[in-house]
Structures are given as structure tokens and as C-alpha cells.
DNA sequence: TCTCGTGTTAAAGTGAACTTTAACGAAAAG
DNA sequence: CTTTTCGTTAAAGTTCACTTTAACACGAGA
């Protein structure tokens, strides 16, 4: 089963010019093409696009990504040091999720600070 | 309570640049001074400064922020926007939140691959 | 008095991650 | 056929959130 770029870009959410963007990058495999140069995408290509858009949107560097992505291309040699990087990754993602959870709370304590203020004015309003 | 730019920085682990930044943008009210025109941040901007750190990393655009100063300066009439403010902000990082568990799941699957691979490599090496 | 550290400003520069543009080719629709 | 539509490339442009630079000033210590 093959995708033109334009079903990825719809079933992904990502512009066209950011999936070739990606694959310039190096961020992508190079992609096959039909008899007009055009760009087919295979299932794994789009599984690893998946696994790149999860690393990017937990606030994964696109420079680290790549670097992964090198690793990737390096064959089972790497999957220790990749097994590393995705875990010291996903610490650091849970750190950052317990930060902006005490956001939350700071963010939740002035809203109910609104709220005091609010039926502190209907109390005088009654 | 004062503080000096200094002693702001040190306590936020935010650089100088960034607070004057932040101040010259309208992110920060214009901080008082002291006879040598240095700033001197008293206890409520820094409350105010801690909202602001709150919002941004909990990805509120600069934009926005500023939006939301623009109506604490308006005063009481604006409470209720600026709670509603509030609770989207807050209703998009729980979204923002989720996606990310969803996005940890799928590196947890792959490091599952990667375990497995490795297991099936010492079965193979004993 | 000199110079060092810390502060000030406005304006220019930076880095990340795209996004747009320009110029072109192939193919489907009318 | 011809005109859209969709794709291609390299290169330049954009946006966001700072960060650096340059030129200057104040106050403390040697």
C-alpha cells in the first residue's frame, strides 16, 4: 500500500512542504517515487513518521531527532544507544508533564482566586 | 521586599535580557527604579512575573500573554474574560497533556521492540 | 583618580522549524 | 488541444522568542 504526499498530508495533519522538508532534512528516508517523480510513501516510511512527529511533539529537538534518525540508519548495532535515547527522552517528557502540572495548580489557584473575587461582588450585589 | 535584576534572575533562572524583554514588551508592568535608574522588582511583580513563567511554559504564546496583561490592566470589569481566558488555556494544555501520553505510549511500544530485540540477541548468544 | 562590575538603552542579530516563492513538468478534465 | 491541478526543485523568506551588541552611566574599591 502506497501514499501520494498528499494523503499523508491528510492523514498527518503536515503540510506537503513540510513532509519534503523533513526528507531534505534527512529527518525522512528518502522517498520512492512513481514514473513522474513524484513521491510514494511506503507503511513503514509512514510508521516511522509517526514515531518522528511523537518525538517532535514531546519536545524533541529536530537536530536530535536526526541524530536518532543516523542511528536508525546504522542498523542493530545502535539499538542499545537508541533504547537510551528514547528513555532518556521520555524522562525528560515526564519531567517536563510534573512542571506544567505545577503550572496547572498555579494557573488553577488564580482562577479560583477570579471565582472569590466574583461571588465576593454577587454578595454585594444581592 | 525589593529585588535587583540580579537577584530576579537568580530566583527564575531567567537571564536579565529576558526581564527587560519581557518589560519593554508590556509583558511586565514598567518595574520601579532606584536613584541610578536600576529596576527594582518588588513582591507583586514577581507574583506577576511567576503567572507569566506559568503561561509560557505551559505554552501560551508571548501574544496572548500580553493579551491577557492588557486586561489585568483594564482592572475588575475584565475578572470574567480573564478567567475564561484561564480555563481555555487550561482546557488546551489537558488536551496538549493527552496527546503527549499518547505520544509516550508510542515510544514505549518502540522501546518494547528494542527490548525484545535485544532478549531475542542473548537467547541467540548463550 | 582610575578602573571594574553592574546596570541602562535602542537596535541589530540569532536559531529553530518551517513556509513561501519561482520556475518548471506531467497528467487529468473539459 | 488547452487549461487546470498537482507535483517537483532550490533558494529565499517568515515567525517566534529571545539574545547580543554598542555605547554609555553610576557607584564601590585600590
Do not use: C
Request: without cysteine.
Amino acid at each position: 500500500m502506497l501514499f501520494t504526499i498528499k494523503e499523508v498530508q491528510e492523514q498527518f495533519g503536515l503540510p506537503a512542504s513540510t513532509l519534503r522538508f523533513y526528507e531534505k532534512e534527512g529527518i525522512l528516508p528518502p522517498i520512492g517515487r512513481d514514473s513522474g517523480g513524484r513521491r510514494l510513501y511506503s507503511e513503514p516510511e509512514l510508521e516511522w513518521l509517526q514515531l518522528v512527529v511523537a518525538l517532535r511533539d514531546t519536545g524533541m529537538t529536530m537536530d536530535h531527532i536526526k541524530n536518532y534518525v543516523e542511528l536508525v540508519k546504522q542498523g542493530d548495532e545502535t539499538l542499545h544507544e537508541r533504547r537510551l535515547i528514547l528513555l532518556e527522552h521520555k524522562q525528560d517528557v515526564e519531567r517536563k508533564m510534573n512542571q506544567t502540572l505545577e503550572h496547572l495548580e498555579k494557573i488553577n489557584r488564580k482562577m479560583a482566586i477570579y471565582d472569590l473575587l466574583a461571588h465576593g461582588k454577587k454578595d454585594f450585589l444581592i
